[in-house]
C-alpha cells in the first residue's frame, strides 16, 4: 500500500488546527518523524502556514522521543518543557497530545497538564491521541469539543440578535479560507446580524472567547457536538445549519436566518436576487453545450460538501461515475441517503482501478497514478499541492460555487 493511500490522520487536524489560531501552540510527545507532519502542511498545502516561523517562535513542539528514551520516567522533563513553554508572553493556549507509539507507554499527559496549569496561569487542553482509529475530521471534532467543553465564558455580555459560529472548515490560511470567513460575514452583515465570534478565523483564542456574548449559535456541520456544548454551557438557541454551498442549500441557509431573527422579507428577497441576479448556471450555456456535457466525472472529497458537490454536477449535465469520501462513511451522517447510490470510502479506493472518467476532483492524499494524466485532475481540499489562493477565491456561497465551475470547465477544456 503506498503511504498516498492512507487516510489522512487525526494529528494532521491537529495541526491545521493551530495552523489556525494565531496564539496557540502544541506540545507533542513524539519522534522527529513528526515534523513531516509539518511539512506536510507548511510549504505544501499551506504556503502561508505559521507552523514554523523565521523569529523561531515555531508553533509546535516536540520531544523527539526514541524507542530507548521512552522507557524512561520522563514525567519531570515533560512537566518542566510545559510550564517553559507556558511561560512565555506570546504563548495564549498549549494543545497536548502524542504519537500513538508515545501513547503505548501510558503517560497520564492529563496529569502532567493539571500539574502546570496549577503553576501557570494558561489554558493547556490534553488531547487524546487517536492516530490509529480516528481521522483529520475526527481530529477536528475533537478539538472544538474540548474547546467548548474548557474554554472561559465567565464575565460575558450578550448582544442582542448576534451569532457565534461553530464552525466550517478553515484548512490553511490561505485566501480561500480566508474568504470563506469574509463571505459569511457579508450574508451576515446583509441581514443585519452581527458576528461575535466565528470558530475557527485564523485570530486569536482571545476572539474565540467572545463566543459567551453571542445570542444564538450557529451550527455548521465540521463539529455539531462542539456547537451543542456551548450552546448548553451558555444557554443560548442553537441553529444547525449546512455549508452555504450551491443554489438549494444557500437559499436554505438565507431562509432558516430569516425564520430566527423575524429579518423583514423585503430584505431577505433583495439579498437574494443581488446575488443571485448575476450568478446562475445560464452564464455556463455555452460552456455546458461545448465541453461539460455527457463528462464522466468521479471525485474523492470531503463528505460534508458532497451532496453539494453532486447537485453541481447535474446542473451542468455531467455523468457522475463513482463517489469517494475522505475516511469514514460516519461523516455523512444523515445526509448519505441523499447523494449518489453507492459511495466508497478509501478503503475501496485501493482496491479499485479509476479509468473511465473525463475529470476526478480529489485531494493529494491518494495515488494520483491511478488515474490515466495529471490532465484529469482539479485539486479540491485538503490537502491541495499545486493549487493555491493569492487572491480572493473562497468556495462559499453561490457567486464563488460558479468559479468552482469555472475551474471544472477550464480542466475540461484542455483535454
Not at 509546535?60 to 517553559?84: G, H, M, P, Q
Not at 445549519?241 to 444557500?250: E, G, H, K, T, V
Not at 461515475?321 to 466508497?344: D, P, Q, R, S
Not at 491511478?370 to 453561490?398: A, D, G, M, R, V
Amino acid at each position: 500500500m503506498s503511504n498516498q493511500d492512507l487516510p489522512i490522520t487525526y494529528l494532521n487536524w491537529v495541526l491545521l488546527w493551530i495552523n489556525a489560531i494565531k496564539d496557540s501552540y502544541l506540545w507533542v510527545d513524539s519522534p522527529d518523524c513528526f515534523f513531516f507532519k509539518i511539512d506536510h502542511i507548511q510549504w505544501n498545502h499551506d504556503l502561508n502556514s505559521n507552523l514554523r516561523l523565521a523569529n523561531g517562535r515555531h508553533k509546535v513542539l516536540t520531544t523527539i522521543a526514541d524507542i530507548d528514551s521512552i522507557i524512561w520516567n520522563r514525567n519531570y522533563e515533560i512537566e518542566r518543557t510545559l510550564e517553559k513553554m507556558a511561560l512565555k508572553d506570546f504563548v495564549k493556549i498549549i494543545f497536548v497530545s502524542s504519537m500513538p507509539m508515545n501513547q503505548l507507554i501510558w503517560i497520564d499527559y492529563s496529569l502532567m497538564v493539571e500539574n502546570v496549569k496549577n503553576k501557570v496561569n494558561k489554558p493547556i487542553f490534553n488531547i487524546p491521541s487517536k492516530s490509529m482509529t480516528g481521522c483529520w475530521l475526527d481530529g477536528y471534532s475533537d478539538l472544538l469539543f474540548s474547546l467548548a467543553k474548557n474554554i472561559d465564558i465567565t464575565w460575558w455580555k450578550k448582544e442582542k440578535k448576534s451569532v457565534a459560529i461553530i464552525w466550517n472548515l478553515f484548512d490553511r490560511n490561505e485566501w480561500d479560507a480566508i474568504w470563506n470567513i469574509e463571505e459569511l460575514k457579508n450574508i451576515f452583515e446583509w441581514l443585519w446580524i452581527k458576528i461575535v465570534s466565528i470558530w475557527l478565523d485564523w485570530w486569536k483564542i482571545s476572539d474565540l472567547e467572545k463566543v459567551k456574548n453571542a445570542w444564538n449559535i450557529v451550527s455548521l456541520p465540521y463539529s455539531r457536538k462542539a456547537a451543542k456544548k456551548i450552546a448548553q454551557r451558555l444557554n443560548i438557541p442553537l441553529l444547525e445549519l449546512d455549508i452555504p454551498f450551491w443554489f438549494d442549500n444557500s437559499i436554505n441557509f438565507i431562509k432558516k436566518l430569516w425564520d430566527l431573527f423575524n429579518i423583514q422579507d423585503i430584505k431577505v428577497d433583495n439579498f437574494i436576487y443581488e446575488e443571485f441576479k448575476n450568478n446562475n448556471i445560464w452564464v455556463f450555456k455555452w460552456g455546458i453545450n461545448r465541453t461539460l456535457f455527457n463528462k464522466n466525472i468521479s471525485t474523492f472529497v470531503d463528505p460534508y460538501l458532497l451532496n453539494w458537490i453532486i447537485d453541481i454536477w447535474k446542473y451542468i449535465w455531467l455523468n457522475i461515475e463513482e463517489v469517494f469520501i475522505h475516511w469514514n462513511i460516519k461523516h455523512l451522517g444523515n445526509n448519505k441517503n441523499k447523494a449518489y447510490k453507492e459511495i466508497w470510502t478509501i478503503n475501496e479506493w485501493i482496491k479499485k482501478d479509476i479509468k473511465n472518467v473525463d475529470l476526478f476532483i480529489t485531494n493529494r492524499s491518494i495515488r494520483i497514478d491511478k488515474i490515466i494524466t495529471e490532465n484529469k485532475i482539479l485539486e479540491f481540499s485538503f490537502p491541495s499541492y499545486y493549487y493555491h489562493c493569492f487572491t480572493k477565491q473562497p468556495y462559499f456561497w453561490i457567486k464563488w460555487n460558479i468559479n468552482f465551475i469555472n475551474r471544472i470547465y477550464n480542466t475540461l477544456s484542455k483535454l
